[in-house]
């Protein structure tokens, strides 16, 4: 059973927007959680991350244009996409429950995929010019 799944992704101009959303399992839900990225062929890197106190960390290139959020009565992560630009062009996967660092530090974490403890398969975000 996946415990996270996410959707929303899918093709717009640049300058538009898109919500992403990932349906997690109660349990999980209440971990810090974030959104990630892959660039084609390349690595992996963080986006945007929320932890338990509800404190809120992005990365420099999506500052002022994503907003990270939670639905608790729906146990659902939420990344709204604003202003999209063709370098935003990835496969968005969301993480949960960062275990003993804050979710800031998972957030930059080395390897990646050290700093969550959970992934979601991910949805293809595409930004055409």
């Known amino acids: 059973q996946r415990r996270l799944v996410e959707s929303g992704g899918g093709s717009v101009q640049a300058g538009g927007s898109l919500r992403l959303a990932c349906a997690a399992s109660?349990?999980?839900?209440?971990?810090?959680m974030g959104w990630f990225r892959r660039f084609p062929r390349q690595f992996r890197e963080g986006v945007a991350v929320?932890?338990?106190?509800?404190?809120?960390n992005y990365v420099d290139s999506v500052k002022d244009r994503f907003i990270i959020s939670k639905d608790n009565a729906k146990n659902i992560l939420y990344l709204q996409m604003n202003n999209l630009k063709p370098e935003d062009t990835a496969m968005y996967s969301c993480?949960?429950?960062?275990?003993?660092?804050?979710?800031?530090?998972?957030?930059?974490?080395?390897?990646?995929?050290?700093?969550?403890?959970?992934w979601g398969e991910g949805t293809q975000v595409t930004v055409s010019s």
């Open positions: 109660e349990k999980i839900f209440s971990t810090a």
């Open positions: 993480a949960a429950d960062s275990g003993a660092m804050t979710a800031h530090e998972a957030l930059y974490a080395e390897p990646v995929e050290s700093g969550f403890l959970h």
């Open positions: 929320i932890d338990t106190d509800g404190s809120i």
